[in-house]
């Protein structure tokens, strides 16, 4: 007989999986959204290619950070384990 506490640890396992699939679905259609308002106003004039790429310069000075926190959380997740990973291809999939 499985203990109720192994259980429990791949049910949480699952259901993490399953909320970071949702989260990154969700997070790829922002960004796609966000994507086509900038090239929207863009093609009517309210932005020039001149802004764009300074705002992304300077986003792109924030990436290190941003990678040396995703690092530090990575170690959280366990995304080593089969049932995260079917959990997280789900809500990629149904999300």
Known sequence: MIPTNEIVSIAVTFVLGLLIGFLV??????????VAI????????????????SFLESIGTQ????????????????????????????GLVKG
């Open 25 to 34: 679905k969700k997070l790829f259609a922002v960004g796609i959204i966000l």
């Open 63 to 90: 990436v290190p950070k941003a990678i040396s926190e995703a690092k530090s959380v990575s170690g959280y997740v366990p995304y080593d384990s089969i049932v995260f990973v079917i959990g997280f291809i789900i």
């Open 38 to 53: 900038v090239v929207l106003l863009m093609a009517i004039g309210y932005l020039s290619p001149a802004t764009v790429e």
